[in-house]
């Protein structure tokens, strides 16, 4: 069994910054790619970063330059700091990660969300 717990969100006013964190847990065997997508009311789930295993990294284009992804290896954690945001961030954010465990192949696995509200 696998399980990705984030934690970070919170209420922070525009032009701020927050970081959030996803850290995986259980029969992992090893991690390929992991991202942080976002979903705001009434709008689909999008994808706002991922990061393979070796470091590359790929933005959204409304957060190039604002957003960076990271990922620890050794602690099976990603992790996403959200600086200069703005009230169009707001939205509950969901980690996911492809994890291939000791009894299965690779599965897409998601995380519980995180509220990120940005007041103006």
């Known amino acids: 069994q696998v399980q990705l717990v984030e934690s970070g969100g919170g209420l922070v006013q525009a032009g701020g910054s927050l970081r959030l964190s996803c850290a995986a847990s259980?029969?992992?065997?090893?991690?390929?790619?992991m991202g942080w997508y976002r979903q705001a009311p009434g709008k689909q789930r999008e994808l706002v970063a991922a990061i393979t295993s070796g470091g590359s990294t790929n933005y959204a284009d409304s957060v190039k330059g604002r957003f960076t992804i990271s990922r620890d290896n050794a602690k099976n954690t990603v992790y996403l700091q959200m600086n200069s945001l703005k009230p169009e961030d707001t939205a509950v954010y969901y980690c996911n990660a492809d994890i291939r465990t000791y009894y299965s192949g690779s599965h897409g696995y998601w995380g519980q969300g995180t509220q990120v509200t940005v007041s103006s």
């Open positions: 259980g029969s992992i065997f090893s991690i390929n790619a």
